[in-house]
């Protein structure tokens, strides 16, 4: 690893928030918290239950599904762009800035392949999970890039240190969204920007009876067993949907039924062996996430006016609620 302490905002315990000193393989601050570095990236994590090992499950199994380098289109960049807005992103295609990125909630890397293609952006990754490993395997850690495994809500940064704080497709998975929301701003430096998006209230997630029934009990499973079922459950319903993918009255049907998600009409940019990846992987994120918030348009505009910020923008698309903010200041 050839990052530079200097390049990036200072890491600190995520319990008392003092500074952290190298100890042998560990990280130890003054007050004897201690915090084990393993394969490059510190593991900042209170001695708590990790509730997101489902998806490190997930995203070591399904390390380069959704990489736009893999599936050879643009709909990560585009999502990305679009919720990030133009400024920000001229900002981070511009090589002579360094705009410091907090990317919470990272996974495999989907998003921090895009942000490391545009040479302004010095990107942190953080992730509560397993998922730091297949993220430094897509995404090697360098002069612009470091990775820490942290919890989302006790991040191990002092406040008001990133120019943008980008959370796409992970605040509904946390425990609470508005305090999600709230930790994540606290991390904004002033004239900087907050990213997010959210799944929204809507009538399907009410009427998916495949997954009302089988979520309490694959998300209670042993991460590697419930991906088995879950592959399992594509192998059986992913040819039912793919036979009525034209018809649809008769797919919306078999979308109340069926546990399993699929993006025929959705992503028609993915070819037959990527629309049964992304199901598959989607399958399992459906149904083994241990929190899953809904909120409106409206709530999370509250939410930002809550904090105080400014320049809020809002929007139906994509992945549900897409929205950013701006801190007020310089």
Known sequence: ???????????????????????????????????????????????????????????????ITQLDSYTGTHLTR?????????DAWQRMNDPAQRVQVLEAGC?????????????????????????VEPNQQNCPQSDRHRIIQCDINQFPFAPAQYDLVVCLGVVQHTQNSERTIEHLYRQV??????????????????????????????????PG?????????????F???????RVRPAQMMLSRVSPVLTYFHALPEL????????????????????????RTPGEIRRA??????VDLWVEIGGNGVEARCRKPGA
């Open 189 to 222: 430096k002033p004239g900087g920007w907050l990213i997010i998006d959210h799944y929204p209230r809507n009538f399907a997630h009410y009427t998916r009876f495949g997954e009302l029934a089988l979520r309490p009990f694959l998300k209670r499973m042993a």
């Open 78 to 86: 585009d999502r990305l762009r679009r919720c990030a807005g133009e």
């Open 304 to 309: 930002f006016q809550s904090l105080g910020a």
């Open 271 to 294: 070819d037959d062996r990527q629309q049964y990846e992304w199901a598959e992987l989607d399958t399992h994120d459906s149904l083994t996430d241990w929190f899953k918030h809904v």
């Open 1 to 63: 690893m050839s990052n530079s302490v200097s390049d990036f905002p200072q890491q600190v315990c995520p319990i008392d928030h003092g500074t952290l000193g190298a100890q042998g393989e560990e990280l130890a601050c003054a007050k004897g918290h201690r915090y084990a570095v393993r394969n490059g990236i510190p593991r900042l994590l209170a001695p708590e239950s990790n509730y997101a090992e489902a998806f490190g499950a997930q995203w070591n199994h399904y390390r």
């Open 239 to 245: 040819p039912l949907h793919r036979a009525v993918r």
């Open 225 to 237: 067993s419930a991906v088995s079922v879950t592959k399992a459950l594509t192998r059986w319903f």
């Open 107 to 131: 996974g495999a890397g989907r998003f921090t392949e895009v942000l490391l293609k545009l040479p302004g952006a010095v990107v942190t990754s953080t992730d509560l999970s397993s998922a």
